[in-house]
C-alpha cells in the first residue's frame, strides 16, 4: 500500500514538474518570436512562475503577514465548507441511488429531473440558495449547500450503476438464503458498488471545493478563498502574480481533497468482501 501511494505522488510530481515546463516554455516561445495568437502573452497575461512563487512570500503591506500565510488561512476556511458541502451531497447522493434502485416508477419518473438539475449554471442558482437559507442559519451554511449541490450527482448516478452491477449469481444465492432487500443491499449490492461510489468520490470532492469557491461569491464571505480571488480579481492589471498565486492554492486545496478520497478508498475498498466484487 505505501508503494502504491509512493507511486502515485511520484506520477503527481512528474505531471506538476511537466505542466510548469510547458507553461515556462509556453511563456518564452511566444515572448521571444512576438507572436499574439491564440492571446498576447506578457508579464500581464501569464507572470513567470517565479514572479508568482516570490509573490506567495511578499506581504501585502509593510510588516503584515505573507500573502501564502492569508491564503492559507482562507484555504481553510474555505476547506471546512467543502468538506461539509461533500458530506451532505455524499449522503444525499447515496440516498437517492439507493431509492432509485429499489424503485423502477421512480427512476423513470425522477432520474431526469435529476439530470436536469445539473444542466442549470451553479451561478443562477447560488443567489436563490443564499437568499432562502442565508437568514435561518450560519453564514457558511449556504456555501455549504451549494458545493452539495455540486457533490450530488455524481454520487447518486454512480451508486446507481454500482448497486445495479450486482452479479445476479450472487443476488441468486442471497435469495436462497432468504435475504430480503436490506440484507442483500447491505451484505451484497453497497460492497459491490463501493468501487463505483468512490469514483463518484474522487469527482465530488474536487467539485466541492468549486462550490464553495462559487458559492462564496454571493454569500459576501471574504474569508475563504472565493473573496481572496475576487479581491485580487479588481487589482490584476497591477498586481496579476497575487490572482495567479490564489488559483494555485484553490488547486492544491482540490488536489488535497482528491488525494483524501484516494486514501480512503485504499482502506475501505482493501477491506471490502473479495467476493462480491
Not at 505542466?19 to 495568437?37: D, K, Q
Not at 479581491?231 to 490584476?236: A, E, I, L, R, V
Request: with cysteine.
Amino acid at each position: 500500500m505505501v508503494g502504491a501511494v509512493l507511486k502515485r505522488v511520484a506520477i503527481t510530481l512528474a505531471v506538476l514538474v511537466g505542466v510548469c515546463a510547458l507553461y515556462s516554455g509556453y511563456r518564452w516561445l511566444w515572448m521571444s518570436t512576438g507572436w499574439t495568437r491564440p492571446f498576447l502573452v506578457d508579464d500581464i497575461t501569464m507572470p513567470s512562475l517565479r514572479s508568482i512563487g516570490s509573490r506567495l512570500f511578499d506581504s501585502n503591506q509593510p510588516g503584515g503577514p505573507v500573502l501564502l500565510r492569508i491564503l492559507l488561512d482562507s484555504a481553510w476556511f474555505t476547506a471546512k465548507e467543502a468538506f461539509a458541502g461533500f458530506v451532505l451531497g455524499a449522503a444525499t447522493g447515496l440516498a437517492i441511488g439507493i431509492v432509485l434502485h429499489h424503485s423502477r416508477l421512480l427512476r423513470r419518473g425522477f432520474l431526469p429531473y435529476v439530470v436536469a438539475s445539473q444542466t442549470v449554471p451553479i451561478l443562477a442558482i447560488a443567489p436563490m440558495i443564499v437568499i432562502w437559507i442565508g437568514p435561518r442559519g450560519p453564514a457558511w451554511f449556504p456555501v455549504s449547500v451549494i458545493a452539495a449541490f455540486l457533490t450530488f450527482f455524481p454520487v447518486a448516478i454512480n451508486t446507481l450503476r454500482g448497486l445495479d452491477a450486482a452479479q445476479p449469481r450472487a443476488l441468486e444465492l442471497m435469495r436462497s438464503y432468504a435475504a430480503g432487500r436490506r440484507g442483500a443491499l447491505v451484505k451484497l449490492k453497497l460492497p459491490s458498488a463501493l468501487p463505483y461510489i468512490f469514483s463518484a468520490f474522487r469527482i465530488a470532492a474536487t467539485a466541492s471545493v468549486v462550490g464553495a469557491i462559487i458559492g462564496e461569491l454571493p454569500s459576501g464571505i471574504q474569508d475563504g478563498l472565493g473573496g481572496a480571488i475576487l479581491n485580487f480579481n479588481q487589482y490584476y492589471s497591477i498586481d496579476p502574480t497575487a490572482l495567479w498565486a490564489t488559483n494555485i492554492v484553490a488547486a492544491g486545496l482540490g488536489l488535497v481533497f482528491f488525494f483524501l478520497v484516494v486514501l480512503a478508498e485504499r482502506l475501505v475498498v482493501r477491506r471490502a468482501p473479495t467476493n462480491v466484487v
